[in-house]
């Protein structure tokens, strides 16, 4: 299924977080926080500013960005857990 987010939305797969410490003791799942780091898949096109204009979205797919813990709204598109936000609910884009 194709999937295509409305307006300024964005549809973010999360980053696996570690799987052990710096110690290299191994973390259960039941322990392990959400990452807050996903890679974007999918930008809508944008929302429209008060003079009807379509502003452009920042990001693009393949992004790597730092969001929110508690940021965003799960969904599961074609057995997959992503989320959805609003552009603007991201702190800013990982670079390498």
Do not use: C, Q
Not at 47 to 61: E, M, S, T
């Amino acid at each position: 299924m194709k999937f295509r987010p409305l307006h300024d939305r964005v549809l973010i797969k999360r980053l696996d977080s570690e799987e052990k410490t710096a110690g290299g003791l191994i973390i259960p799942d039941t322990a392990k926080e959400k990452p807050m780091e996903g890679e974007v898949i999918a930008v809508g096109e944008g929302a429209y500013n008060d003079d009807g204009d379509r502003i452009k979205p920042d990001l693009k797919a393949g992004d790597k960005v730092l969001f929110g813990k508690w940021n965003g709204t799960e969904v599961k598109i074609d057995g997959e857990d992503l989320l959805i936000m609003k552009e603007s609910e991201i702190m800013g884009v990982l670079e390498a």
